[in-house]
């Protein structure tokens, strides 16, 4: 099940690095490399909930073999894009096709190690599973830009080998399906699907499109108000996509509310301290990725002990310890990233990823414990479900944050150096988009006065990117304390089998 996920993993952030390369080759606009990288997170975000329940109808081994197949044959497609008017719709719809591969496979892997595993062993489990599998994002860029240096097709060839040998683990592992006799709600899973599909796609534009846009807000609220008819329909379904009784356990709604609060942190701090690192500090593709290790040093080393906390004291110990630890490491780092230092930063961004360790394991087996009549499938459709639509949101919120107090700040600098308004405006526009749009962070620097003035101003500009950075970080800190709130809501009850308990429901009782 690791090699299975371990694809999915590493092609959120492997794209990324090859942007430059891919846009350049196949000629494609700003708006079309940013729907490339969109169209696999939007069909993530729509269809995590249907391979949930697929995995729970039909049998886990069955969608974790039919989904990696959807993904690799996907992987191969989009290296083999053709040049030309082609290219473009080309690669978003096979990159849409891998996303809902993803889809149908990560929550039945994770449902597979679930049911293998029993209550008392299943934190340490599934700390390994979720650590690696968090390890494997950050290696995404650095594997990108190796392999972009010999093609960037590359990059989604690599997939084959290795759904190659997670099918033939998986058929090794004799892995026992145990499909539930009941119907599939088709409708709900349109609805939901709509409804994650229109508002992420909000989000997501909202960076390019605009909050004071129409098109965003008719996404946005569109989006939301298919999901609130979700619900209502949900409710009076007799075998629904998603069981909403689980939310009256209180454990299971802090569960999910600190794993949302946490991911508006921990996916978009990818991008954002990769194109800081290369922005800011100078540094190569491959010595941000680089830098990304130090967070993910603190992540591995506290995933593996909230792990243990779990199996032994239950998840809210973890939980509030990881969120504490990640807003003030957030806050920390924040304070540290205008020294334009790479190695000066290491110990508050270890902090923060031992914040976020010390979170995502416990919070998705908790959840995942709980689950109604051993539906694990669906449950961990639900949570995984809520981890992509808050990392959409945060890319959104930081994103524009980002955009806005970097052009201020460039306009400001620029226009002490005695540019024009309207000159100034129209560099710092150009800084902006090439550090969000294409992925190409080379700042531009033109010719004529403009020119001048930006390759006088180069060192002041790295700093204003640095210090609109700081504010993204300080959102990541804030959201963490945010977190924090949740985990004390956590009633701090444990979930153990029950010899006695009919269908796999298992009782609470007190922490020990």
């Not at 008017?85 to 679930?114: E, H, K, M, S, Y």
């Not at 990818?270 to 990725?289: E, G, K, R, T």
Request: overall charge neutral.
């Amino acid at each position: 099940m690791l090699f299975a996920v371990s694809m999915t993993f590493i092609d959120q952030t492997i794209v990324a690095i090859a942007a430059p390369d891919i846009v350049h080759e196949l000629g494609l606009s700003t708006s079309g490399m940013q729907w490339v990288v969109n169209a696999y997170l939007l069909a993530l975000a729509a269809f995590f909930a249907l391979g949930g329940r697929l995995a729970d109808l039909v049998g886990a081994r069955r969608v974790v073999i039919a989904g990696t197949l959807i993904f690799v044959i996907s992987s191969v497609l989009c290296g083999c894009v053709p040049e030309g008017d082609v290219a473009q719709p080309w690669l978003i719809v096979f990159r849409a096709t891998q996303g809902l591969g993803a889809a149908l496979l990560f929550p039945a892997a994770l449902a597979v190690v679930v049911a293998v595993f029993p209550v008392e062993r299943r934190g340490r489990a599934l700390a390994l599973f979720f650590g690696l599998s968090g390890a494997l994002t950050a290696v995404g860029p650095l594997l990108g830009g190796w392999l972009t240096a010999w093609t960037w097709r590359a990059i989604f060839w690599v997939n084959v080998p290795v759904a190659l040998v997670a099918l033939a683990l998986t058929l090794v592992a004799r892995i026992a399906d145990r499909p539930r006799r009941e119907s599939l709600d088709v409708p709900g899973a349109v609805l939901v699907a709509i409804g994650m599909g229109l508002s992420v796609l909000g989000f997501q534009q909202a960076w390019s499109w605009g909050w004071d846009s129409a098109a965003t807000w008719v996404c946005v609220a569109g989006g939301l108000a298919v999901l609130v008819g979700f619900v209502r329909y949900e409710r009076r379904v007799t075998h629904p996509l998603v069981n909403l009784r689980v939310f009256r356990d209180p454990a299971f709604t802090a569960d999910v509310a600190v794993l949302f609060f946490a991911m508006l942190a921990f996916v978009p701090l990818f991008f954002f301290a990769s194109v800081y690192a290369q922005v800011s500090l100078s540094a190569s593709p491959n010595q941000a990725a680089l830098f990304l290790l130090y967070f993910f040093a603190g992540f591995a080393l506290a995933s593996q002990w909230g792990g243990r906390i779990l199996d032994r004291r239950g998840a809210r110990p973890a939980l509030k310890l990881g969120a504490l630890l990640g807003a003030v490491g957030f806050a920390l780092w924040a304070g540290r990233t205008t020294d334009l230092s790479m190695h000066d930063q290491w110990p508050y961004a270890a902090l923060a990823g031992a914040g976020i360790g010390f979170i995502l394991a416990p919070a998705s087996t908790d959840a995942v414990n709980r689950a109604i009549g051993a539906s694990y499938g669906e449950v961990t459709g639900i949570t995984q479900t809520v981890r992509n639509y808050a990392a959409s949101v945060g890319l959104a919120v930081y994103g524009t944050i980002l955009t806005h107090v970097t052009k201020d700040n460039v306009v400001a600098t620029l226009r002490s150096r005695g540019l024009a308004q309207g000159e100034a405006e129209d560099v710092a526009r150009q800084v902006t988009e090439a550090v969000t749009g294409s992925g190409d962070t080379r700042v531009p620097e033109g010719g004529g006065a403009a020119g001048a003035a930006m390759r006088d101003a180069m060192a002041a500009v790295r700093m204003d990117f640095a210090e609109a950075n700081q504010w993204v970080f300080y959102g990541m800190a804030i959201a963490l304390g945010l977190a924090f709130l949740c985990a004390l809501r956590h009633p701090g009850s444990r979930v153990e089998t029950a010899p006695s308990s009919p269908q796999g429901i298992r009782p609470e009782v007190p922490a020990r």
